[in-house]
């Protein structure tokens, strides 16, 4: 869960039975989606209403030898908190990425933060920059939008055309096929 300014901060809680640090979760009500029952237990757990944004991926460990699975989304959420959180929860803090993959008591946890964290807030910069730029060609008449992409984007083509590994979205394509990957073996695991 991201909070805006500037810059992101993840929202890590502190429950009262253990005392460990972990991201928000929880378990589901009958008859309610994961996205649904993500966004509520957020709001109980942090106080703050969220956006419930892209699925990030999910992670499965076994407790009481019984398996479970945790989806987890890149969530919104609103400056200010609306709510007092539960009373399963001691603490909220929000961090930066790193202090608060530190912060995780679980090692599963900690793993899936700073890669997937890492992954998601570089989308969410790309797609503000993204957004920044329709938002200077609306406001700029008779600009087109093709050339408020700039040098890197015809860079780009030139680069590819001579054979070398063409660059998608900042990232090479083999970088961009392992991301597809992965996030093809983490939604097997949450159906």
Excluded: C
């Excluded at 300014?5 to 009262?16: D, K, S, T």
């Excluded at 991926?57 to 945790?70: E, F, H, M, N």
């Excluded at 995780?104 to 890669?115: A, H, I, Q, T, V």
């Excluded at 730029?133 to 984007?153: D, I, L, M, Q, Y």
């Amino acid at each position: 869960m991201v909070l805006n300014g500037r810059r992101p901060l993840i929202a890590v809680v502190q429950r009262a039975k253990d005392e460990h640090w972990v991201l928000p979760r929880g378990k589901l009500k009958s008859n309610e989606s994961a996205r649904a029952g993500a966004r509520r237990e957020v709001i109980e757990e942090t106080g703050h209403r969220v956006r419930v944004r892209e699925f990030l991926g999910a992670i499965t460990y076994r407790a009481r030898g019984r398996p479970k699975i945790v989806q987890f989304w890149r969530m919104q959420a609103e400056v200010k908190p609306s709510r007092d959180v539960m009373k399963d929860i001691v603490a909220v803090d929000w961090l930066p990425l790193s202090a608060a993959a530190r912060r995780l008591s679980y090692p599963l946890e900690k793993l899936f933060l700073r890669n997937v964290g890492r992954m998601a807030l570089r989308q969410r910069r790309h797609r503000l920059r993204r957004k920044a730029r329709s938002h200077v060609a609306k406001t700029k008449p008779g600009r087109r939008a093709a050339k408020t992409r700039g040098h890197k984007s015809q860079l780009r083509r030139a680069t590819a055309s001579r054979g070398r590994p063409r660059k998608i979205a900042g990232h090479s394509a083999a970088r961009a096929g392992q991301a597809t990957i992965l996030q093809r073996v983490l939604g097997r695991l949450s159906q």
